[in-house]
């Protein structure tokens, strides 16, 4: 994996202060990727990657490799960086987003607080309830290319997307 200066990263997208730093991992095993049936705000009903909020002081790649152990039990292996966003909207909707791929030496997940974890066939992904954002997202997130993408994406009040630009990272 190149070495990626993640704080400039942040800094060259970030648009304003309400904006969190979170992370998210397409993890797959044996041709699934692991999901999450969210219980709460944001995305909450439909199944999201694992992930969740960086910690003050905490490099991106040691959140995501803790925020999946937490929900998932299970460990990151072959992570990489594949997009990352700049959200704005209302609140729950305001996020600079890491987006990583990356895949489980097993299959065998504890139960998340968080939601049902649930295993998808990679191919199936998109006939299952993904938010539509996500469904924008992840033939880029997918492409098997070392393509670095920048998504910027613009909520309205009822937290549908209602801007949505993709474009190469040029780092």
Known sequence: MRKIDYK???????????????VICYAQNNGNILFLHRKKEPF???LVPPGG???????VEDAI????????????VNLKLKMVTSEEGPEHYNWVLFIFTGSTLSDDFVES???????????????????IIDKELFPYI????DKIWFAKIKYNDEKSFEHLE???LNL
């Open 8 to 22: 400039a990263l942040e800094e060259k997208v970030r648009k304003n202060e309400k904006q969190k730093l979170a």
């Open 44 to 46: 909450a009903g439909f």
């Open 53 to 59: 909020h960086v910690e003050d002081g905490e490099h």
């Open 65 to 76: 490799r803790r925020e999946f152990l937490e929900e998932t039990g299970l460990e990151l």
């Open 113 to 131: 607080e968080e939601g049902n974890l649930v295993w998808i066939k990679k191919e199936e992904v998109m006939q299952h309830n993904l938010s």
């Open 142 to 145: 997918m492409d098997g290319s």
């Open 166 to 168: 993709i474009n190469e």
